[in-house]
């Protein structure tokens, strides 16, 4: 039954104006229109069961009341949709962040198992060069299979940057990665230039790099902190 009839007494208009008004943060445009209708219908009614010259106090209240219930109302909404415009940035910065720390993970699982697997071949290559039969192509071996299955993540770090668009980190993985290729093709015991001292140049280059970009991406993650 709606606010406007007058089959009820006031007190009953009151009450059921007073539980509609306490839920009006939460309603839709389409209900706080029809609060507002059912709103000066109660006004009326009292004007109708009052003195007739109340009837210009009785409007201007309305009138007041029921802006400040509409306006509250697009307030409401209005809040409602920039929280949930903040609440997308900070789940995107989260994202973000999120995608920077297994980038930064996977590049230095990669540079540990090469430390792991330089170990080795120099070990090895020192004992060739001292005219020693060979002592370490088990390990080598299996030092490299696991340097091979830390690839696929060296590789999808790099996807990982374009996807954020991160142009400096970008130029500092090339630079790494050029120096890991640069590397490969040496590490071979059947190599001319597989010896200790090239070795160790090439692999300070490795180093050089991973550790200018790893300071990029650090620049990045603190921007968004």
């Excluded at 009052?50 to 009785?58: F, I, L, M, T």
């Amino acid at each position: 039954m709606g606010l406007g009839s007058r089959n009820l007494p006031i007190s009953s208009y009151k009450q059921a104006f007073d539980q509609r008004s306490r839920f009006l943060g939460s309603c839709s445009r389409s209900e706080i229109l029809l609060y507002l209708a059912e709103y000066f219908n109660f006004q009326l009614a009292l004007f109708l069961m009052s003195d007739p010259r109340n009837w210009a106090d009785v409007a201007h209240t309305a009138v007041q009341e029921g802006l400040a219930a509409l306006i509250g109302g697009g307030f409401t909404v209005l809040a409602s949709a920039m929280g949930r415009k903040n609440q997308r940035k900070v789940e995107l910065r989260k994202r973000r962040l999120e995608l920077l720390e297994c980038a930064c993970t996977e590049v230095n699982e990669y540079f540990h198992e090469l430390v792991n697997f330089d170990t080795i071949l120099r070990r090895e290559v020192r004992n060739r060069e001292a005219g020693g039969s060979p002592k370490h192509m088990e390990q080598l071996k299996r030092y490299k299979l696991k340097l091979f299955d830390k690839f696929p993540g060296l590789l999808s770090a790099e996807s990982k940057l374009q996807l954020l668009r991160e142009e400096g980190c970008i130029k500092m993985y090339r630079k790494l990665f050029n120096a890991c290729a640069a590397y490969a093709e040496i590490a071979d015991l059947t190599h001319p230039d597989c010896n200790d001292q090239t070795l160790t140049l090439v692999f300070g280059w490795i180093v050089k790099a991973k550790i200018e970009l790893l300071n990029e991406i650090g620049k990045s993650f603190t921007k968004d902190m």
